[in-house]
């Protein structure tokens, strides 16, 4: 069995407003030192399957069509056996 692991990023040009509003409050909090704070998705796929070439190539595939939207975000993701 494989288990992707799949990160979401809004793209750097892309604003961010709830990861804004993240840094606001942590600014009130005291966090000075706090630049910027940006929101990702984190999403766990697993797999029964142990072929990491045809897994790689379907979690492309799924990412490509329905967890990112190219025109904002992009993805990265790793397989890991369990």
């Known amino acids: 069995m494989l288990k992707a692991k799949i990160f979401v990023q809004l793209k750097p040009s892309v604003l961010d407003p709830q990861g804004k509003a993240v840094s606001n409050s942590l600014s009130h909090l005291g966090y000075d030192n706090v630049i910027e704070t940006r929101i990702s998705k984190y999403i766990e796929i697993r797999f029964d ?17 329905l967890l990112a939207n190219p025109n904002t975000e992009t993805y990265h993701f790793e397989l890991e056996e369990i």
């Open 49 to 65: 399957s142990a072929d990491k070439e045809k897994t790689g190539a379907d979690t492309e595939k799924i990412c490509d069509s």
